[in-house]
């Protein structure tokens, strides 16, 4: 008979089921839990509708490119004084002002949409606010989840399992998104999203959260911004997570402002189509952060990120290739499964490693990674689609993906060498070896 627990650093964790789902037994976490899923089945509808609305009114490449860059380009400039603040400040009450503000930017784009009063203009414009509310939500968002937890054996675990929230809304936001597009236009969306912030705000609102002893480090906050850089980019194992996470979402993660060219003109369908894909990466994805939450502890798992990366740019190269749309799906599958390890694996790795008076700003600097880098990839990609096609993008930026991943596979034995939490890159067999 298998055990109900095993022991890890003196630590009972639980193994099955109980062992997937532990981080829930910490009240401020499930709270979290259960209003983010519904405010999450909102934002996926919200994204599909955006780009779909886009594409409609313009028929440009190049302006899904422009909306993308707007959403996020905050991220790039702005996150990195928002880990400063989540160090400094209370993560509770800021999270609370940053998920007031998204539900209002829902709002006005649904009342532009459905008074039929809406232009490109605004999409973009309410696209950048958005991206400045995200800058500061995502840096202390991904370090509150620290704080929620009663065990902090719990953290990877999480993680994973907000993840799989993130995947399994992936799933319903875009399918319902498209069923409502194609009936009564993309307004309902944006308005559905609006009304489903309330659930996040009141499960933040009904938190008990412990004070947290919050750093009021002398300087400036410029000063504990140079701190941070120095900090991070000064440890290699940090450094190296950051670059192949940049790397990744400059060439590869902008796929999703060419979906529409791809459900439409290369595929020969519509807003369904776009649902459909766009649910495919939401299964593989969802599969990926199941297989980070049953996982018992980091070990290992810097290794497994090289491997997530390349699989996904490999997912992406043969999902260009593809004409068929079951092709696609089944491709999209791999693709999300790869996407979602690598970017859910390296939040992981990032708070397990990092100090926890910088957890804040290595964590911007996480998001600065996969949303800053974002805008600069959704630029180039709907410019150079415009060009060459949206095939020759997916090849491209899936082969730098790939190519990404086997370079931070080298790196991974100087990782080894450098980190004082050595477990994350090593198999349980290497760890033995290196402690003997």
Same mark, same amino acid.
């Given at each position: ?10 630590? %009972?964790?639980? $193994? ?26 909102? $934002? #996926? !509808?919200? !994204?599909?509708?955006?780009?779909? &609305? ?6 440009? +490449? ?11 380009? +905050? ?25 007031? &503000? ?18 490109? #203009? ?41 993840? @799989?929230?993130?995947?399994? @809304? ?32 009141? =499960?933040?609102?009904? !938190? ?18 140079? *701190? ?8 290699? +194992?940090?450094?190296?997570? &950051? ?9 590869? $993660? ?38 980070? =939450? ?31 749309? #079951? ?19 390296? %939040? ?25 880098? !974002? ?5 180039? =990609? ?16 899936? =082969? ?22 050595? *477990? ?13």
């Amino acid at each position: 008979m298998a055990p109900e627990s095993i022991t890890t650093n003196g630590t %009972n964790i639980p $193994t099955g089921i109980k062992g997937i789902f532990r981080a829930l037994k910490s009240r401020n976490f499930r709270l979290f839990f259960g209003g983010q899923g519904i405010s999450l089945i909102g $934002t #996926w !509808m919200q !994204m599909v509708a955006q780009s779909w &609305l886009v594409y409609r009114l313009t028929g440009s +490449p190049t302006l899904l490119g422009v909306v993308g860059f707007a959403a996020n380009i +905050p991220s790039f400039v702005l996150a990195p004084f928002a880990g400063v603040l989540a160090d400094r400040f209370n993560r509770h009450r800021m999270l609370v002002i940053t998920q007031v &503000l998204s539900m209002i930017q829902a709002l006005l784009l649904a009342f532009l949409v459905l008074s039929d009063l809406v232009a490109v #203009w605004h999409i973009i414009a309410l696209a950048l606010f958005l991206g400045i509310i995200n800058a500061f939500d995502m840096p202390i968002r991904q370090s509150f989840i620290f704080d929620m937890i009663d065990r902090k054996e719990d953290l990877g675990n999480a993680i994973a399992l907000n993840s @799989s929230l993130v995947q399994s @809304s992936r799933l319903i936001g875009p399918s319902i998104a498209g069923i409502l597009i194609a009936i009564v236009g993309e307004g309902v969306c944006f308005l559905v999203n609006g009304l489903s912030f309330i659930a996040v705000i009141a =499960a933040l609102l009904a !938190m008990k959260v412990q004070p947290r002893a919050v750093s009021r480090a002398s300087g400036s906050a410029l000063h504990g911004l140079k *701190e941070g850089f120095r900090y991070a980019f000064g440890n290699t +194992p940090i450094r190296s997570i &950051l670059i192949l996470l940049a790397l990744v979402n400059i060439v590869g $993660t902008p796929y999703t402002v060419l979906m529409p060219i791809f459900a439409r003109d290369i595929l020969g369908g519509g807003p369904h189509t776009l649902g459909f894909i766009m649910t495919a990466v939401g299964i593989g994805a969802l599969v990926g952060a199941i297989f980070l =939450a049953s996982r018992r502890s980091p070990r290992g798992l810097g290794k497994v990120l090289g491997w997530a990366a390349g699989i996904f740019g490999v997912g992406l190269v043969f999902f260009s290739l593809s004409r068929q749309v #079951w092709l696609s799906l089944f491709v999209m599958l791999f693709t999300g499964f790869g996407m979602l390890v690598n970017l859910a694996g390296s %939040n992981t790795v990032l708070q397990t490693i990092a100090d926890e008076d910088k957890r804040g700003r290595v964590m911007s600097l996480y998001t600065m990674g996969m949303r800053g880098m !974002m805008p600069f990839g959704s630029l180039l =990609a709907g410019s150079v689609a415009a060009a060459f096609g949206a095939p020759f993008v997916l090849l491209l930026g899936g =082969a730098s993906c790939a190519v990404g991943a086997v370079i931070y596979g080298f790196s991974i034995r100087a990782m080894r060498q450098t980190s004082a939490k050595i *477990e994350v890159f090593e198999t349980p067999t290497l760890l033995r070896r290196h402690r003997g």
